[in-house]
C-alpha cells in the first residue's frame, strides 16, 4: 500500500525552526516528484515546495524564499521541509504529495499520492 506520512509539526514561536518529514512507504520516493503543500483556516491549499524526482531542481513559493528549504534523503525514503525564521502566517496544516510530475510541480493537481498532514502553529 503506497503511503505518505508527515511528522515534524508543532507550536513554535515567531523565528523559530521546524523540519517536516514526508516518509514513503510501499514505493521509492525518489523515482517522484514530491511537493508541500499548506493549507491554512478558510484558505485554498497552497504550494509552498518541490523537489523533482532528478533531486536536483527545486521551487519555493516567494513567501517563503531564503526561509525554506527542501531536500531529500533517498536511504531514508523521506523528503524534508526545514523551515527556519517562522511568522504567523505560516500556521497552517502542511501535507506533502507525491506525483509523477516534471513541470509546474507547485499545483496540487499534479500529485497522485497524499500524507495526512501535520500541523504548524507559528504562534507567541
Known amino acids: 500500500q503506497l503511503q505518505l506520512v508527515e511528522s515534524g509539526g508543532g507550536l513554535v514561536q515567531p523565528g523559530g525552526s521546524l523540519r517536516l518529514s514526508c516518509l514513503a512507504s510501499?514505493?521509492?520516493?525518489?523515482?517522484?516528484?514530491i511537493g508541500w503543500f499548506r493549507q491554512a483556516p478558510g484558505k485554498e491549499r497552497e504550494g509552498v515546495s518541490c523537489i523533482i524526482s532528478s533531486g536536483s531542481s527545486t521551487t519555493y513559493a516567494d513567501s517563503v524564499k531564503g526561509r525554506f528549504t527542501i531536500s531529500r534523503d533517498n536511504v531514508k525514503n523521506t523528503v524534508y521541509l526545514q523551515m527556519n525564521s517562522l511568522k504567523p502566517e505560516d500556521t497552517a496544516v502542511y501535507y506533502c504529495?507525491?506525483?509523477?510530475?516534471?513541470?509546474?510541480?507547485?499545483?496540487?493537481?499534479?500529485?497522485?499520492?497524499w500524507g495526512q498532514g501535520t500541523q504548524v502553529t507559528v504562534s507567541s
Open positions: 504529495a507525491a506525483g509523477s510530475v516534471f513541470s509546474l510541480c507547485m499545483l496540487s493537481s499534479k500529485y497522485d499520492y
Open positions: 510501499g514505493f521509492t520516493l525518489r523515482y517522484y516528484t
